[in-house]
């Protein structure tokens, strides 16, 4: 038996102690005596009960009430220690492992070790989605971007000047190795979850292919000052960046216009090798047939990188766990300065159809 990652237990006053410090699930137990707190209080020392007769005494030392109730409020876990759960904790603390939600944090780390998940477009704020995801136990992430590494994409939680110039599929798996020696960065299946991180806008011509392939995935758009995350689409089931595009558009009649100037008409564009989606070249919007060619790259802010990179691994992680992540049917904007997210819904539009689309996921 042993106290859940991440848990404290603290001393309140004569006869009382309180476990954990977020009040999602923080207990207090009061009225015990000075050996009853002291029991207690050892766990916040050795985090589990030793075996054999010294963990029998320190149970004995207990009201019978008190382990039975802490175990049936998620503070305690019965087994022994998973080193996996310790690493979580430490690296990501996110509540599913903290609260137990969905079996506790071994049950979440084996999900997590069994995911696949993508990540196209490797900029500062890709490679914070992808080594985040990594770190946090996704066993393996497979990584896609055409590109160098640049000189702005240099900085904390991102690439290393002796990366400038590398590609960025290259030096990025070599950051995530940095943070987890063991992850995974092929794979011989198409991702349980496809993270898309793009600039300016979202290019409309990646929906139908996605949704198409049943991939569940993630837009990220950055801009030149604030970040959209989301919506998490999940072909059938939630609103598509159509939806998106069509609600602006009625909104804005002159949206087309300018995302076409952001994001090209390109059949030929690539989608992406390593993820088994990438579409053929093909005939342009004006017609005739030409190469593959890849959008302008642009820059991102270096906070705005952090933040919304770091806000798309926790709506991943939220999806591989089995929960809903925020982004479902909504957009997170996070806007610089202040980097405070706002979630905008985002509804089926009558002229898309994708929710009429057998279901996955």
């Given at each position: ?262 994001v090209p008409p390109d059949p030929g564009l690539p989608l992406t090798d390593g993820l088994g989606l990438r579409r053929r070249a093909g005939p342009s919007a004006a017609g005739g047939d030409h190469a593959p060619r890849t959008r302008p790259t642009a820059e991102e802010p270096l906070l705005l990188s952090g933040v919304a990179g770091t806000l798309a691994a926790a709506h991943v992680l ?44």
């Amino acid at each position: 038996m042993r106290l859940r990652a991440g848990l404290r237990v603290l001393r309140r006053g004569p006869g009382e102690v309180q476990v954990g410090l977020d009040p999602r699930w923080a207990v207090r137990v009061d009225g015990l005596a000075p050996s009853e707190v002291e029991a207690l209080v050892a766990l916040d020392r050795e985090r589990e009960l030793p075996a054999g007769p010294a963990g029998a005494r320190r149970v004995g030392a207990l009201p019978d009430a008190v382990l039975p109730g802490l175990l049936a409020l998620g503070v305690l876990d019965e087994g022994r220690a998973d080193p996996r759960a310790a690493r979580a904790a430490v690296v990501c603390a996110d509540a599913a492992c903290l609260a137990g939600g969905g079996g506790g944090a071994a049950e979440v780390l084996t999900r997590r070790e069994a995911a696949v998940v993508g990540v196209l477009g490797l900029g500062p704020t890709g490679l914070v989605v992808a080594s985040t995801v990594a770190a946090a136990g996704v066993g393996t992430v497979v990584l896609d971007d055409p590109g160098p590494v640049r000189s702005g994409d240099v900085g904390p939680g991102a690439y290393r000047w002796a990366d400038v110039g590398s590609p960025r599929v290259a030096a990025a798996a070599r950051a995530l190795a940095d943070v987890r020696v063991d992850v995974r960065t092929t794979a011989d299946r198409r991702p349980d979850v496809l993270v898309v991180v793009e600039h300016g806008a979202a290019d409309p011509a990646r929906a139908p292919v996605l949704l198409g392939a049943g991939v569940p995935h993630l837009s990220v758009v950055v801009r030149e000052a604030d970040a959209l995350v989301g919506p998490f689409v999940v072909p059938g089931r939630t609103p598509c960046l159509r939806c998106l595009d069509l609600a602006r558009a009625a909104d804005d009649p002159a949206w087309p216009v300018v995302a076409a100037q952001v994001v090209p008409p390109d059949p030929g564009l690539p989608l992406t090798d390593g993820l088994g989606l990438r579409r053929r070249a093909g005939p342009s919007a004006a017609g005739g047939d030409h190469a593959p060619r890849t959008r302008p790259t642009a820059e991102e802010p270096l906070l705005l990188s952090g933040v919304a990179g770091t806000l798309a691994a926790a709506h991943v992680l939220a999806a591989v766990d089995g929960r809903r992540p925020p982004s479902w049917a909504a957009v997170v904007e996070v806007a610089l300065p202040g980097l405070l997210g706002v979630a905008r819904p985002v509804h089926p539009h009558t002229r898309c159809g994708c929710t009429g689309l057998p279901p996955t996921g």
